[in-house]
Each structure stands twice: as structure tokens, then as C-alpha cells.
């Protein structure tokens, strides 16, 4: 069974790409490729993908979710296991992040500002969100995001032109939107590990 599919955006080359996962624990790569297809019941012709690398890191554990940038590929199983690839050639493994005190069920980034954000939902009342810098990449926690009540389905960024804006919905029955924008750097450490680790301001 496939639980999830994705587009690959931005493409260069003009081949479109998709992402696939299932609970077999693989994900597949697949890529357009130049040939069609006629169809007696179309007046156009058909696209054709192939696939071109079938990738098997999270072994026996279900891919329930994934979430693409253009030379970013990141998954999240059953296992807990959220792992980071990029794509050169075919995608490559970079960083394996243990969630373990819930399964991801969504996951969601967006890159602004040479710097990487991604969160994480599931089954958990709360949004976990990671920075990472664009030219090294190494995801840390930035913020735990608390406000819904059930477990969260649904995450989606975009962005104004000082501030990003993550939008999750849960099984609350409620949508949230949270304002992350730019924070002067303090010297002195954070107190509160839930609401926010700097460089980064968190309201709801």
C-alpha cells in the first residue's frame, strides 16, 4: 500500500519526478521520461515514468509520511525514524533524526533565508520544528509548538516577506498558524525548552 506521494519541484532538467512511500518501508524515486504513450481514448499522449532508485532505509517500518524540496528528500516511518536525503545524482542519506516519543504521521519544509525549516507532526499534541543551515546540513530542534489537543494530520508553510507561517490542522478540529520570525541571538541560554530555541520567535 502507498501512503504518500509527492512532486519534486523545480525541476532543471525538465524530467518531472515523484516521490513515493509505503508500508513495505521503501521509498521509490520515479522520473519522466522522454518517450509517450498514445491512448485510443486521449487525444494526447501519455506520460511515462520509470522508476530510478528504490530507496530502503527504514527496512521493515512503515513510510507513513515525506516531504520534498528540490535537492531535498526527507521521510518519517513507524519506527520513529526521520531521515534526510539528498539528491545528487539519486538521493543520498545525510542525517537520521529519532523521533521517539511519537510516530510522524506529517512533515513539512521550507527553505528561506539560507536556512532550513522542518516540522514535524503526529501522535503527539505538538508540532516539532527543526532548523538547519542550507550549506551544511545538520537539523536541530529549534521549537516544541504547543496548542492543539489530538494529534496532528496536517502541516504547510509559506511565507510574507519578514516572517514564515505554519499552518497545522489536527484531529482537535482546529487549524493553527504560527508566526516564526527573526530574533536577535541572546547570550545567555534559553529556559524554556518548549517554547523556543534561538535564533527563532514562535507565536501563535
Not at 119 to 126: E, K, L, N, Q, T
Request: hydrophobic share 45%; net charge negative.
Amino acid at each position: 500500500m502507498v501512503n504518500a506521494v509527492r512532486w519534486v519541484p523545480g525541476r532543471a532538467d525538465g524530467h518531472e519526478m515523484i516521490i513515493s512511500a509505503g508500508v513495505d518501508g521503501s521509498v521509490h524515486v520515479w522520473k519522466e521520461l522522454d518517450e509517450k504513450v498514445c491512448s485510443l481514448e486521449r487525444e494526447s499522449a501519455l506520460t511515462q515514468f520509470t522508476c530510478v532508485q528504490v530507496i530502503k532505509d527504514h527496512a521493515a517500518s512503515s513510510v507513513n509520511c515525506i516531504a520534498v524540496l528540490p535537492q531535498l528528500l526527507v521521510t518519517g516511518s513507524s519506527s520513529g525514524l526521520i531521515r534526510i536525503y539528498r539528491l545528487a545524482d539519486e538521493y543520498a542519506l545525510i542525517q537520521t533524526l529519532r523521533i521517539s516519543s511519537f510516530y510522524p504521521l506529517v512533515l513539512a519544509l521550507h527553505e528561506r533565508d539560507e536556512a532550513l525549516f522542518l516540522a514535524i507532526g503526529g501522535s503527539s499534541y505538538h508540532v516539532h520544528l527543526y532548523v538547519s543551515p542550507c550549506d551544511l546540513i545538520n537539523f536541530s530542534p529549534a521549537a516544541i509548538l504547543k496548542g492543539h489537543e489530538d494529534w496532528v494530520r496536517g502541516l504547510s508553510f509559506t511565507h510574507s516577506v519578514s516572517d514564515i507561517i505554519l499552518a497545522s490542522a489536527s484531529q482537535d478540529r482546529y487549524v493553527r498558524l504560527w508566526k516564526i520570525t527573526p530574533s536577535v541571538t541572546s547570550r545567555s541560554p534559553p529556559t524554556d525548552t518548549d517554547a523556543l530555541f534561538v535564533p527563532l520567535q514562535v507565536l501563535c
